[in-house]
């Protein structure tokens, strides 16, 4: 094959470009190794600076302080029209969350509680039982 680049054929019969000096090799991998090879040394100079990293310190805190003005406001609208914000839905999930967990606890004491009811019937049953077959072995 006399082509830079030429096709192939993939498992499933899709047709793909790829590198004829190197098979099943992207043709676009080199375009994309040669940016990288020049554009990293540049920008790793610039990345390990105290400029760079101050810089996303500052950018970091000052999204985190809008992200709260932000919901602050939309907290303030929503509540004008009566409507329930992200930190109600969290609230009353967690409410919820406690609930179900009280109720599971109740339902297992009560399981529990039948469970010891139903042993002390049959307990009582069983020793009923053979007071009853020795008083007819007496009377007879």
């Known amino acids: 094959m006399t082509e830079s680049v030429g096709n192939s054929q993939n498992r499933n019969g899709d ?3 790829t590198d004829a000096k190197k098979p099943g090799r992207p043709w676009w991998r080199p375009l994309v190794d040669e940016i ?6 540049p920008v790793n100079q610039v990345v390990r600076t105290n ?5 996303v310190s500052m950018l970091t805190r000052l999204e985190v302080r809008l992200r709260r003005r932000i919901e602050r406001q939309s907290t303030w609208l929503l509540h004008q029209y009566n409507l329930p914000a992200a ?5 009353v999930r967690a409410q919820l969350a406690a609930v179900e967990a ?4 109740v339902s297992e004491r009560l399981e529990d509680q039948q ?3 139903e042993a002390e019937r049959a307990r009582s ?5 053979k007071s009853r077959v020795s008083a007819d072995i007496d009377s007879a």
Request: zero cysteines; charged letters at 40%.
């Open 15 to 17: 047709s793909t470009m």
């Open 36 to 41: 990288d090879r020049r554009v990293t040394p």
């Open 51 to 55: 400029m760079f990293a101050d810089t």
């Open 87 to 91: 930190a109600d839905m969290r609230r």
């Open 102 to 105: 009280r109720l599971r606890d």
């Open 115 to 117: 469970r010891e009811a």
């Open 125 to 129: 049953k069983h020793t009923s039982g």
